[in-house]
């Protein structure tokens, strides 16, 4: 599999994008920057959205993609997939035909350029040769982490916006993954703050890591606050035992 960095920011800043992680080209894991950094025939290319909460700075990317799609090719369409309270929100709250057309009837409803699929933590997705299971996690809304596994073996966890938590870490059991992806949003002073909003410092993902029933080889660090980057960077080096890495965006990794 190969993971392209649209975003991985908490936030905006320039130059940091909110999160968006692109896999084998057709596979967006949270769609917070899209169509700023993906050309026409990228976007046209996606097919699947795996949200992993409707926080703005996950979704954002989604109605602008839309008007792109529908004024680029009638072929081009996608499928967004999330829990059944994520899916509600969007559809209640952004494409009501108030903030945003409804694009589940766009251009007409036969053919829509976007679908949406509410999906269980109990049954995993299969897209061809990926098979993408959802867990819930600990934030302020419903949120769901992913695993995504491909036939060869591989996989990667995709924990999204969490709070201490405690399935995902169990979910990885019996899977070999490769790489994680987890956020990491303020620094340790403020640890008061990020408990109260469903996130991690770095002290609280050391915990999180003693959890794990094995160490990824990689783990990367996303969703960063920018004003706290240089704070948090400093902060994960001096975690012992692992090697931590920051994600930003415009990189791609492999696993295999
Ligand atoms: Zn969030
Ligand atoms: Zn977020």
């Not at 602008?64 to 929100?89: Q, R, W, Y």
């Not at 990667?156 to 399935?167: S, V």
């Not at 340790?188 to 160490?215: D, F, Q, V, W, Y």
Request: glycine residues 6%.
């Amino acid at each position: 599999m190969e993971i392209s960095i649209l975003g991985s920011a908490g936030s905006e800043a320039p130059g940091l994008n909110p999160p968006a992680f692109l896999i084998d080209n057709f596979l967006l894991l949270d769609a917070g920057t899209v169509a700023l950094t993906l050309d026409k025939i990228a976007q046209c290319r996606l097919t699947h959205v795996f949200l992993t909460h409707a926080h703005l700075d996950h979704l954002k990317g989604i109605p602008f993609l839309l008007d792109n799609l529908v004024a680029m090719n009638p072929t081009c369409h996608i499928l967004v997939l999330s829990g059944k309270e994520v899916i509600s929100d969007i559809r209640k709250h952004i494409f009501n035909n108030r903030i945003w057309p409804d694009f589940t009837a766009i251009p007409d409803v036969q053919n829509p350029v976007m679908r949406y699929q509410v999906i269980s933590t109990r049954k995993p997705v299969v897209i061809g040769d990926y098979r993408i299971m959802a867990t819930r996690v600990n934030h302020t809304v419903p949120a769901y982490g992913y695993l995504v596994e491909h036939a060869s073996g591989a996989s990667l966890l995709y924990t999204g916006d969490t709070g201490p938590t405690e399935a995902i870490w169990k979910r990885m059991r019996g899977h070999n993954v490769k790489a994680l992806i987890v956020e990491v949003s303020f620094p340790n002073e403020l640890i008061s703050h990020a408990l109260a909003t469903g996130h991690l410092c770095p002290s609280l993902l050391e915990a999180e890591i003693r959890k794990m029933p094995s160490i990824p080889a990689k783990i990367y660090v996303s969703h960063l606050k920018p004003p706290y980057r240089p704070q948090i960077a400093a902060e994960l080096a001096r975690i012992p035992g692992v090697c931590l890495e920051l994600l930003k965006e415009g990189k791609t990794f492999r696993i295999q």
